[in-house]
């Protein structure tokens, strides 16, 4: 028996996610679920918290996409990058293509008795044990920015991301405060488009003295590609020589 199910689910922040663009309280998605043959596999379909949606509505456009797929199917598999050729012809989100291969390469793993990751992996290459990850400071006071900081470094997080808003003065003194709390954390700098052309070059020539690792996102998406590069070249904070500044594009 193979099956694929999907479950909404609504589950309240522990602390409020805040960036330069708005506040928010939950988190909304889907649970995937796909059985083969008694074997379980688990995914979730999680579009970004400021992507507002209409879970009921997603939930419907993912019953459809699947609608007809038997996930039991192998005779399209002759290779594992072809695993989802049949979902991709329907053209899936992002968000929810990720989830059902999840699940289904999941179940697949529980069915030859190991994890996903060495599901994936198959050959000599060993799954890495951990993940490093970055703790996220979202309070917009001084002093809460610096707790948050203090809480993660607590845990043995030592990279710290810092959303930056939309009052540089306020923010200038949340990354000096945690850098003088905390000598020796990897800082970085998401102000989520925030600044214009105009003012960042400014700001990130005052803010290369705490030692930031990369800034994200520090103009809007909507403008042209040159005006990134050019901020890039003139840029004083340096990751790894290279004068990075991520942008993040859909």
Request: net charge neutral; glycine share 6%; charged share 30%.
């Amino acid at each position: 028996m193979s099956r694929i199910d999907f479950k909404p689910y609504a589950l309240p922040l522990k602390l409020t996610y805040r960036y330069a663009k708005g506040e928010y309280e939950k988190r909304e998605g889907l649970i995937v679920r796909v059985e083969i043959d008694g074997y379980t596999g688990w995914g979730e379909v999680s579009p970004a918290l400021y992507r507002r949606f209409d879970v009921r509505a997603y939930l419907g456009r993912a019953e459809e996409m699947v609608e007809g797929l038997d996930v039991a199917d192998d005779k399209f598999l002759p290779k594992l990058d072809e695993h989802l050729r049949k979902l991709d012809e329907r053209f899936p989100q992002s968000p929810l293509r990720c989830g059902i291969a999840t699940a289904w390469l999941s179940a697949r793993a529980a069915a030859e008795g190991m994890s996903l990751s060495r599901y994936l992996g198959k050959s000599e290459h060993i799954p890495a044990e951990y993940v490093p990850i970055n703790g996220l400071i979202v309070d917009k006071t001084i002093e809460g920015a610096v707790e948050q900081a203090r809480g993660y470094i607590e845990t043995g997080i030592r990279t710290l991301k810092i959303k930056c808003f939309n009052y540089f003065a306020r923010d200038f003194t949340r990354v000096d405060e945690i850098r003088k709390a905390f000598p020796n954390a990897i800082l970085r700098l998401d102000p989520n488009e925030a600044w214009t052309e105009e003012v960042a070059l400014d700001y990130l020539k005052k803010l290369a003295q705490f030692d930031i690792e990369y800034v994200e996102d520090a103009l809007p998406q909507d403008r042209p590609l040159k005006k990134f590069a050019d901020l890039r070249a003139k840029s004083p904070i340096n990751w790894h020589g290279t004068n990075l500044l991520v942008i993040s594009r859909p």
